[in-house]
């Protein structure tokens, strides 16, 4: 008996009560399309997850400000040791794991080119670093700004897709000068596509300065509303404000010189220059935890905190941040798969259910069979062929459910989903298998038949 | 060499603690081309005789020899084949596979030939034995769509697919009245004279018996009278019970 004609058999067979083989399969075809929802869903979310963690940059690692228990009560002494620029150079220097390190001062302002306006996401005030540590190097256009610029303070910037996008309208910006609080920045460069991060913030809206232009000429002057992050981050807005007032806005250079001298003049802990947060690379994922070792001791002894007392800062790593993430994902995935499978099982149960009533009704059939010259193996192979083609209809049906409820996820829910021919080939696999386990028992049964009792059955 | 010989055969029923013996000691031969009836009242053991002549069915004890074989020991397998080369069957209530075409019942025993045919072929062969039955224009019809004639034709059709020399039939027209009967039955004579193919059908009307060639009579699982070559009798009722006594058991 050929392979190809037990099909066919068996299809004839299944034709002969369509109605019932739809119902039969039922379960298989849910169990399948939940299977197959699942992981497409699952898979897209950990792409989306993995993408947006290369996009924050490989082996980030996250310094703010504040105490460690900055649940609002502990908001005390040591939160008025904030992050300084001196702490940022201290880092590159004296921690061995760490790649690079940059400083992040942060402002919120309305940007005007023209007779545009927008206020971007993100202004962010900092060094050349902050590209390498992002993998932010590659610009779309123009250049990046030098060390020289952050001494100097001088007023370039670099400018996201978005903002480009939404001020310049296909004109390059390259050269041109763009309004920030009513000082004049000329683009420099403008950054590469990023897309959105983790939390789905959009991060080709953002502008890059040097931090100084930032913290001297544009939140200096104008902290008390707009910058935003200063202000809830640390309680360090009067002494900047007092700074602001030392160094007005205009005058540039000012800051290596006399944060040395008063440095030296105030060995109390108050931090002139504070910045919002330190971003730092370390220099491969194994050395993370070292790296956050090191800048945890050199950050306790730079801000002189003892055993015991509450630290100033927060040192967080991205990956740790990712992993969970990925790692509830993965579990929710493994959850739905669980509930899946238990469907499977219940899909299978009712094939075997229907072919144990198909065999016994067609107990004559098989005699028949048997009299014209089935053999035993043969009338096993016909009701496994039948039960496992039930499965596999099921299966088909499923995975176009299943592709078809994923997509419609991704429509209407902007979900990012995945297909996965490793998930279809599962899927076939795991339909194919119901159909041989459940459908054996019957099979066996009915193989087992003797002719003459099958054949007076009635 | 005999076709069929049987020697001796028994066969007895377990039923929980008691025996019931069905045959005691059947023995007789068939030869080639032979078209026999096979006659006893009911329950007088034709069905299980004629199950263990096809081999569906084994015997308690006794010989069997086809064409020089003892089959009697076969394994299930092994009778399967013999069944799907050299018998073919006919059952009282035809056995016809619901919701499927005339042709393809037809052609269903060639899926478990050895020599796997393809389906062209198989159909084709499958529509030449319905004309040979007188159903060339009735072949997609479902046996729900056929009358008990056409169906029963349609069972012979299928029993003779695979060109078996020998095609047994238990109660073929028990199920048909007279008229269909006579359809049936012609078709076997003339399966019998033109393709030479030996007949073994179980009956207990002597109105059909007359039809064979060669009459068996069966009484309580012995043979009574089984010597009938070559005559179509003219007895018209049953056996009488005190003439045939005493030729029990005969074998030509
Ligand atoms: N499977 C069985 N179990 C027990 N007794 C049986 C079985 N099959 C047949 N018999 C008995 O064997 C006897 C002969 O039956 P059967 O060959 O069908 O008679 P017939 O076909 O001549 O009417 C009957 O008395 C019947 O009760
Ligand atoms: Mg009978």
Known sequence: MKAYRSILTALKALRRNPMRAMLTTLGIVIGIAAVIAMMEIGAGSAEAIKKSISSMGANVILILPGTASSGGVSFGAGSVMTLTPKDCEAIARECPAIRNVAPIVRARAQIVYGGRNWVPSSISGTTPAFLAIRDWTDLAEGESFSERDILNANKVCLLGQTIVRELFQGESPIGKAIRLKNISFKVIGVLSRKGANMVGMDQDDTILAPWTTIKYRVSGSTLGNVNQSSTSSSTSGTTVNTLSNLYPGDESGLYPATSDVQQADNPMPVRFETVDQILAAANSTEEIPMAINQITELLHERHHIRPGEDDDFNVRDMTEMSKTISDTTALMTKLLLCVAMISLVVGGVGIMNIMLVSVTERTREIGLRMAVGARGRDILRQFLVESVALCLVGGALGILLGHGGSMLVRMLLHWPIKTSPMAIAAAVLVSGSVGITFGFYPAWKASRLNPIEALRYE | ?252
């Open chain 2, 1 to 252: 060499m005999e076709l069929i010989e049987i020697r001796n055969i028994t066969k007895s029923y377990n039923l929980g603690d008691i025996t019931v013996p069905v045959l005691n000691g059947v023995s007789f031969q068939v030869s080639h081309k032979e078209l026999i009836a096979l006659m006893g009242a009911s329950g007088s053991g034709k069905s299980t005789l004629m199950n263990i002549l096809g081999c569906l069915d084994q015997p308690t004890s006794g010989e069997y020899w086809i064409e020089g074989e003892e089959v009697s020991r076969f394994s299930a397998d092994q009778r399967a084949v013999l069944r799907n080369q050299k018998f073919g069957f006919v059952f009282q209530n035809f056995n016809l596979l619901p919701r499927t075409s005339a042709l393809e019942n037809v052609a269903m025993p060639l899926t478990y030939t050895q020599d796997h045919l393809s389906d062209r072929i198989a159909r084709k062969r499958a529509a030449k034995m319905l004309d040979r039955v007188g159903l060339g224009d009735r072949m997609g019809h479902e046996p729900s769509q056929l009358s008990g004639g056409q169906q029963q034709r349609v069972a012979i059709a299928r029993a003779l697919i695979n060109r078996p020399p020998i095609l047994f039939a238990d109660e073929p027209t028990g199920n048909l009245d007279s008229k269909t009967s006579d359809e049936v039955l012609k078709v076997f004579q003339q399966l019998n004279e033109e393709d030479g193919v030996t007949i073994i059908m179980v009956t207990h009307d002597a109105y059909v018996a007359r039809h064979a060639r060669r009459i068996i009579r069966i009484r309580d699982g012995v043979i009574v009278d089984g010597d009938d070559t070559e005559r179509q009798s003219p007895k018209a009722t049953q056996e009488d019970p005190g003439a045939s006594a005493a030729e029990t058991g005969g074998a030509r």
